[in-house]
């Protein structure tokens, strides 16, 4: 069982060493799991942080396996699919090893992710505000980690960079100001980003949920940064009427929308700052902070 280098360099630099040894017996387990679960026609599919191959299950039909690095991320993900599921609004986790690493989840065939979907922006973005609208669900149980931990958990690495500590102020006052106000206690999805919407049947659903606590609106920013991300690859100005459709739609300011997104892309930089990163890719992180930041502070003079 092979898999392409850009994956397994990928793996080992989110994962480490830990990641190294993870994917040098990923063959024995998936033969292993294989067995158990009634799977024949694995193959290697894509990856992103994890690894993800396609098959046939005896039991489900078309499945995908899913090989992840077996930490609470994994436990987190396992149990939202298993929350949310029961609404239609995301994909059936069918099987789950904590311990090896695998879940075995419902195929979306064809599953076809939001931006290759459908070409129109603000299309795109009625398409997220109708998911969203439905999505979350009061959680009042206990174990999930929190928006407010998130925000914490990569403060050391932000304060100890010489480029990106100056962002560490804006970070806490922008959780502050948007968590006073917006505090409702609700299980997110936590990645609801364009690639992880798909068609599927006539409608679209979520897959890949990081399931964190929180209120609503902490589920909106991810979407944006899809935007501001292409916008930054492609060297043009971030499509502001996506942002006012998005906020239109769900009546809520637009000043929230522009520092959720700032509050993002500053807590995705202090998780890729515990990981290597090529001078491209820091460039990029680079720009788009800057470019988030830019677009907060033209618009962080309204009220939430």
Request: aromatic residues 12%; contains cysteine; negative net charge.
């Amino acid at each position: 069982m092979t898999f392409p280098i850009e994956a397994t360099e990928r793996f080992i630099r989110i994962n480490g060493a830990a990641g190294e040894a993870f994917l040098a017996a990923l063959p024995g387990k998936v033969g292993k799991y294989a067995a158990e679960w009634g799977l024949s026609d694995v193959n290697y599919f894509t990856h992103s942080a994890n690894i993800i191959f396609t098959c046939r299950s005896e039991r489900y039909g078309n499945v995908v396996l899913k090989a992840a690095f077996p930490d609470e991320l994994l436990w987190q993900e396992a149990f939202a699919l298993k929350f949310y599921a029961e609404k239609g609004l995301s994909c059936r986790l069918y099987e789950y090893s904590q311990e090896d690493g695998l879940m075995l989840i419902e195929r979306m065939d064809p599953g076809i992710p939001l931006h290759a979907a459908e070409s129109d922006p603000i299309k795109r973005a009625e398409v997220f505000v109708n998911l969203y609208k439905d999505y979350h669900l009061p959680f009042d149980g206990e174990g999930q980690p929190t928006v407010g931990e998130l925000v914490s958990a990569f403060s050391e690495k932000l304060d100890n960079d010489s480029h990106f500590c100056k962002y560490s102020a804006v970070r806490d006052e922008i959780y502050k100001n948007i968590s006073a106000g917006y505090n409702k206690k609700c299980l997110l999805h936590g990645d609801l980003n364009q690639a992880n919407i798909l068609s599927h049947g006539g409608s679209y659903k979520a897959i890949d949920p990081h399931g964190f606590i929180g209120d609503p609106v902490f589920d909106i920013p991810r979407y944006l940064l899809s935007e501001l991300s292409d916008s930054v690859k492609e060297a043009r100005d971030f499509n502001k009427a996506v942002v006012s459709h998005i906020a239109g739609a769900l009546g809520l300011p637009e000043s929230l929308l522009y520092a959720l997104l700032m509050l993002d892309v500053i807590q995705i930089m202090g998780f890729h700052l515990g990981n290597p990163m090529t001078d491209n890719k820091r460039a990029f992180h680079i720009k788009r902070c800057a470019a988030a930041y830019s677009l907060y502070e033209e618009n962080k003079a309204g009220d939430f």
